[in-house]
């Protein structure tokens, strides 16, 4: 964030409570949305560490893989999934609003465009669901 | 029978004598036809003449008379006494500027940025008037039409915690201004307007959170031309690196 303006005497410069993001029903649930960043970002450096493990050995994945099976993790995977799918959800709604897609002369309603991000997100979904439950 | 009547919680602050602003609160007729703004007009007229406020057309039109109405940015000539019944109402100036006095906020660090992001059309060179004029298809003028509706209410402002907590935002109206311009297909303004948007108090420094264009009046999007002017800036980042000889529009 940048630094506060020059203040003119005479005037009265509002200040924003640490609370400001209660104000609004919209600023809670940017601030969620914010705050899933944070699990997604721990899950990340549990899959770098996984893969470290990996290069260590059969053992050493295995113990690690172990230990992510506990009561505590769990509920953390739990959390990070929920965030995760919060997150996913509301930027493809968003979508519709940054990207303008035109076919021709035609441009295609955001409604499309957002089920168009769900319908991709499904199908790679189910691929990768596929690959892992069947393939392996 | 006695008039019902509504309070109005207002915000006073008169400079060299608050330290900070107060409230005060003032019952006028409810009227279900009335405004908030009208139930300003008559604490002014019957009450409190020193009741300072901005309006003009009453109409929603040049917004003007935009406060913050129960804590949200609304235009007071177009809220309703009836849909805050049966009160109170709370009246304050909009949020995240400077207050001059009572509910009336500087528009000076608005109209700076306004002017830098320069919201008219820029013509390389001028083609002759026995030319004719510039025509646009439909599909150009749709390209920007929802932006060229901003009133410069700035509700959206006192709606963004990002120009709250980092005044130096060039801000939601003036970016979405910029977009209305650098969409408009007789413009060719984009890299006189690029540098501004592209510096680190300009579109980076949205974090997306959308209010601004929950509580535009006209309809208009600002987040959405936030972000188209992130992917703008984007594309013509990446051509700069893949094509330095040219490949910037």
Redesign the interface.
């Known amino acids: 964030?940048?630094?506060?303006?020059p203040?003119?005497p005479?005037?009265?410069?509002?200040k924003?409570p640490l609370t400001?993001?209660l104000?609004?029903p919209?600023?809670v649930r940017?601030m969620i949305r914010?705050l899933t960043s944070v699990f997604i970002a721990i899950f990340l450096v549990e899959l770098l560490v996984l893969v470290h493990k990996v290069g260590q050995g059969p053992q050493a994945y295995a113990d690690t893989a172990a230990r992510l099976q506990s009561p505590g993790w769990m509920v953390f995977h739990v959390v990070a999934l929920a965030f995760a799918l919060y997150h996913t959800i509301t930027w493809f709604k968003?979508t519709g609003?940054?990207?303008?897609v035109r076919l021709g002369?035609h441009?295609v309603p955001p409604a499309l465009v957002v089920a168009g991000t769900f319908v991709a997100w499904g199908v790679v979904s189910l691929f990768i669901l596929y690959w892992l439950l069947v393939r392996s | 029978m006695t008039e019902e009547t509504i309070t109005l919680e207002v915000t006073r602050y008169r400079p060299g004598h608050d330290r900070e602003p107060r409230t005060e609160s003032f019952s006028v007729p409810y009227r279900k036809d009335w405004v908030v703004l009208d139930a300003l007009n008559h604490i002014k007229d019957r009450v409190d003449g020193s009741l300072t406020y901005r309006w003009s057309c009453r109409m929603g039109v040049c917004g003007s008379c935009g406060m913050m109405v129960n804590g949200v940015p609304k235009l007071t000539c177009s809220a309703f006494l009836r849909d805050y019944h049966p009160g109170p109402i709370r009246v304050e100036p909009l949020a995240n500027f400077p207050v001059i006095r009572d509910l009336v906020v500087s528009l000076d660090d608005f109209m700076e940025k306004l002017r830098r992001v320069k919201p008219w059309l820029i013509r390389t060179v001028e083609k002759p008037v026995s030319e004719g004029e510039y025509r646009q298809t439909p599909a150009q003028l749709d390209d920007y039409k929802q932006f060229s509706m901003c009133i410069n209410c700035m509700l959206c402002y006192a709606a963004c915690p990002v120009y709250g907590l980092a005044p130096a935002f060039v801000g939601p109206a003036a970016i979405a201004l910029a977009y209305r311009y650098n969409m408009d297909s007789r413009d060719e303004g984009y890299r006189l307007r690029e540098p501004i948007l592209s510096e680190s108090v300009g579109v980076w420094e949205c974090t997306f959170v959308g209010e601004c264009s929950v509580v535009c009046p006209k309809g208009v999007d600002p987040a959405a031309a936030i972000q188209r002017s992130k992917v703008a800036g984007a594309k013509d980042w990446a051509m700069s690196m893949l094509m330095p000889w040219g490949g910037r529009r």
């Open positions: 964030m940048s630094e506060a303006r203040q003119r005479g005037l009265y410069y509002p924003m400001w993001w104000a609004r919209g600023y940017f914010e968003l609003v940054v990207q303008v002369d441009k």
